[in-house]
């Protein structure tokens, strides 16, 4: 018994494709380089259902509602204040 070891196969690559000639010398117009893509910052989410939040059967709503416009019109929510965009309405934040 003698084990004779395989001999190691020898596989002929296939030469390589030949690289694209390099030749052309024309000048490649000078492209605007692209700036890297902006990540857009997803702030906020918008629209109206952002502003409402179901937990459970219930619905909170993420900012007060005008007082003069009635439900359905948020105000927007500033640092020290909420407004009404519809007719102005201001609403101080109490402390
Ligand atoms: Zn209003």
Redesign the pocket.
């Known amino acids: 018994m003698s084990k004779k070891p395989p001999a190691p196969k020898k596989e002929e690559l296939p030469p390589a494709a030949p690289a694209a000639p390099a030749e052309e010398a024309a000048p490649t117009p000078v492209k605007k380089a692209e700036k890297g893509k902006r990540v857009k910052k997803h702030k906020e989410e918008k629209g109206v259902h952002a502003m409402y939040k179901i937990e459970g059967n219930k619905i909170s709503r993420a900012r007060p509602t005008?007082?003069?416009?009635g439900p359905g019109?948020f105000?927007a929510d500033h640092h020290d204040r909420y407004t009404?965009?519809?007719?102005?309405?201001t609403r101080y934040k109490q402390k």
């Open positions: 005008c007082e003069r416009c019109y105000m009404c965009g519809h007719c102005g309405f």
